[in-house]
């Protein structure tokens, strides 16, 4: 190539590197800790509210478990969404909420699903034949001692007179989608989990919905953290709660509070 061509595309590529970076692609959004089973809808909900020309959250999926310990350690976070109101009540009589900034954002229903490659029928009712259905193999479920699925699973199936015969075979894991994962890849025959959990896994099938008064509502708490100083925090937490973002997780399978 001629060494006039050459010189010019190199000022060409000197001028391009010294463009400034546009400011919103320098900055970093909010980070929020949100509990496992929100991850598609919180990830859509990040979308639309970069879309409206914000800088994007930056979002931090596990079990509520998990987060509320990461919070009281004194991970600089700016919003945390729990998946149940326990361990938001941890974290806020710890001293670790803002005043005035908790709201219920969400709602969801528990599930019994199975591989969608070896569906199964079964009655979810009191005294349920659910161990007989497992067969050899095991339910899998979030950790009922600390994860809130897992504590919602256990209450259920104590409701319903059957966690007796399933407490011993159980395939724990550490949040929701961990023993999502499980059913999918065949490894338990049936697992517990929220049912936009398996509204977003082609990989299972739901069984049947438990009753709702087989356990305590399943809310979804978000609130503002004391450690917030992001500018944009408490706009993505107002965008959350507002008709758009509200439609996000309807749109979701999840419910309104």
């Known amino acids: 190539m001629p060494k006039p061509i050459l010189r010019a595309l190199a000022s060409i590529a000197m001028v391009v590197h010294m463009l400034p970076v546009p400011a919103m692609a320098q900055q970093r959004g909010p980070l929020v800790l949100a509990a496992a089973s929100l991850q598609e809808a919180?990830?859509?909900?990040?979308?639309?509210?970069?879309?409206?020309?914000?800088?994007?959250?930056?979002?931090?999926?596990?079990?509520?478990?998990?987060?509320?310990?990461?919070?009281?350690?004194?991970?600089?976070?700016?919003?945390?969404?729990?998946?149940d109101e326990g361990w938001m009540d941890d974290v806020e009589k710890a001293g670790f909420v803002r005043r005035g900034s908790r709201a219920d954002m969400a709602g969801n229903r528990l599930v019994l699903v199975a591989p969608a490659r070896a569906p199964l029928r079964l009655r979810i009712a009191r005294g349920m034949p659910i161990a007989r259905a497992l067969g050899d193999s095991r339910l899998a479920m979030a950790n009922p001692d600390s994860v809130p699925a897992g504590k919602y699973g256990k209450a259920a199936l104590s409701a319903l007179g059957v966690w007796p015969s399933v407490a011993n075979r159980l395939?724990?894991?550490?949040?929701?989608?961990?023993?999502?994962?499980?059913?999918?890849?065949?490894?338990?025959?049936?697992?517990?989990?929220?049912?936009?959990?398996?509204?977003?896994?082609?990989?299972?099938?739901?069984?049947?919905?438990?009753?709702?008064?087989?356990?305590?509502?399943?809310?979804?708490?978000?609130?503002?953290?004391?450690?917030?100083?992001?500018?944009?925090?408490?706009?993505?937490?107002?965008?959350?709660?507002?008709?758009?973002g509200q439609s996000i997780l309807v749109r979701h399978g999840f419910s309104r509070p």
């Open 42 to 83: 919180m990830t859509a909900a990040a979308d639309a509210w970069a879309a409206r020309r914000h800088a994007r959250p930056v979002l931090s999926f596990a079990a509520s478990s998990a987060l509320a310990r990461q919070i009281r350690g004194g991970a600089p976070a700016d919003l945390f969404a729990s998946a």
């Open 171 to 244: 395939a724990l894991g550490g949040n929701v989608r961990s023993a999502l994962t499980l059913v999918e890849r065949g490894e338990a025959r049936l697992g517990v989990v929220y049912a936009t959990d398996a509204r977003a896994s082609k990989g299972v099938v739901v069984v049947g919905v438990f009753p709702a008064g087989s356990h305590a509502p399943i809310r979804y708490p978000i609130a503002r953290l004391t450690a917030s100083r992001h500018p944009e925090a408490e706009g993505f937490r107002r965008f959350l709660l507002s008709r758009a």
